[in-house]
Nanobody
Framework: QVQLVESGGGSVQAGGSLRLSCVAS?????MAWFRQAPGKEREGVAV????????YYANSVKGRFTISQDNAKNTMYLQMNTLNAEDTAMYYC???????????????????WGQGTQVTVSS
């Protein structure tokens, strides 16, 4: 079992920045951020493959968000810049100890999920 704990959410005005953190109880092969806005499906935001450091992003956040990791702390970060109202959502950390390939933004790939941290962007 892997426990994931997110932090760093909050309220910010459009154009502002926030940094989310996710601490894992042990090393996992892959970690990702998902988000879910009210009335919408949960969608993948960004992923990082821990060994290679490879990252991928949803088109909607490319150039604005940066995913990173601190392996020594088993921590993943999401630096979010130039936030807009469409970024308002509950943000979830997801992880798995194995990776079998496929689309990184498919929820079924991830066995472990955090409780979520709310991000609210006011225009």
């Amino acid at each position: 079992q892997v426990q994931l704990v997110e932090s760093g959410g909050g309220s910010v005005q459009a154009g502002g920045s926030l940094r989310l953190s996710c601490v894992a109880s042990k090393f996992t092969t892959v970690m990702a951020w998902f988000r879910q806005a009210p009335g919408k499906e949960r969608e993948g935001v960004a992923v990082i493959f821990r060994g290679s450091g490879s990252t991928y992003y949803a088109n909607s956040v490319k150039g604005r968000f940066t995913i990173s990791q601190d392996n020594a702390k088993n921590t993943m970060y999401l630096q979010m810049n130039t936030l807009n109202a469409e970024d308002t959502a509950m943000y979830y950390c997801a992880a798995d100890e194995r990776w079998y390939g496929g689309s990184w933004n498919a929820r079924a790939h991830y066995s472990y999920w955090g409780q979520g941290t709310q991000v609210t962007v006011s225009s």
